[in-house]
């Protein structure tokens, strides 16, 4: 009895998939330990101690014990040659320059050195007897949603999806034409348009897994709730990952070296990396980068994901983005389509 030639092809994928160990390491192990390397990176802690020096002079034992005697500050006194080198080599936040005026020597293309530098003159101005005109509190954020982790996420979901769909698809397709399995393919009973269905069906079962793997891992060692439907991330993930599938099927139609791909994906993933949200907001880029940076789909899967997982937004609310990441892989799928060649 004859089968049809899409499900061979899907559960041939299937096959090939699981018996690479490294593979399944990077589809499915890969996102976890990064997740759980940043989390604990970005747990909630004290903030970092500012290192301060303070060169040595008359009045530099009562500036560091000004300093010294206050929480968040580790303070060494040394020679004016000596601070300068520390400095520079990065063993030292800031430089205190005491005499009847403070001159604080630092980088300021280094954050925490003007970070360094508002806390220490903070310090010595409260020392010096200055008053704040109006009372103030601090409420530090704990609580789950509004973390740093909770950001991170539904970014490092959409990025895993992303890099699924492009070296999961792109490089098996080339690596395949250069193992000349694609010609033995023609010479089978089915369409171009089978083999192409099968890659991205395959990139689909295969993304499943990682959405499940990724969420447990989120919510049982960090707490990460998702306070919208879990079928609607599913959803909006599966669209992401047909998305990123047809990219993927576009960069390798006509790819014949390994080589080439690999340059070809990298291309297209990395204004992804820098400028879709993953690790940071992409708001911090200009307004004039804005346009083009929500036309990636990777923004969209990202706005999207964390609509859903953050804000629990609802599936209707996040028509535009579905429709532009259908947008995407429709048509990237329709020129594969066309352009695709065997050998």
């Not at 010096?128 to 740093?148: K, M």
């Not at 000349?180 to 993304?207: D, N």
């Amino acid at each position: 009895m004859s089968r049809h030639p899409l499900g061979q092809l899907l559960v041939s994928r299937l096959k090939e998939f699981f018996r690479e160990p490294e593979a399944i390491f990077w589809v499915y192990g890969f996102p976890v330990l990064l997740a759980i390397g940043l989390g604990i990176a970005f747990r909630e802690k004290p903030p970092d101690q500012v290192r301060v020096d303070v060169v040595r002079s008359e009045t530099s034992a009562a500036v560091s014990t000004t300093l010294s005697g206050r929480p968040g500050f580790l303070v060494e006194v040394h020679d004016e040659a000596e601070c300068a080198v520390r400095l520079r080599m990065g063993r030292t936040d800031i430089t205190v320059v005491p005499g009847a005026s403070y001159q604080y020597v630092y980088d300021r293309t280094r954050p925490e050195s003007v970070l360094a530098r508002a806390r220490v003159d903070d310090a010595l101005q409260r020392a010096a007897g200055r008053a704040d005109a109006v009372g103030t509190s601090d409420r530090p954020v704990t609580q789950p949603g509004s973390r740093y982790i909770d950001f991170l996420i539904p970014g490092l979901l959409g990025m895993n999806l992303m890099g699924g769909g492009l070296w999961g698809i792109g490089f098996v397709t080339v690596d395949m034409r250069v193992r000349k399995l694609l010609k033995r393919l023609v010479a089978t009973p089915m369409k171009k348009t089978h083999f192409l269905i099968a890659m991205v069906g395959s990139r689909m079962i295969f993304g499943l897994p990682e959405i499940a793997l990724l969420l447990a891992a989120g919510w049982l060692l960090f707490e990460v709730a998702v306070r919208g439907s879990l079928a609607t991330v599913l959803l909006i993930s599966m669209v992401g990952a047909v998305s990123f599938s047809g990219l993927g099927l576009l960069v390798a139609c006509r790819a014949q070296k390994i080589e080439t791909v690999s340059g070809l994906m990298n291309l297209v993933m990395l204004p992804m990396w820098l400028l879709s949200g993953i690790f940071f907001s992409s708001e911090r880029f200009p307004a004039a980068a804005q346009p083009f940076i929500q036309a990636l789909p990777l923004t969209m899967l990202n706005e999207a994901l964390r609509a859903v997982i953050l804000e629990g937004a609802t599936l209707v609310s996040q028509a535009g983005r579905l429709a532009g990441l259908a947008l995407w892989g429709g048509v990237s799928f329709l020129l594969a389509l066309r352009w695709f060649r065997w050998s």
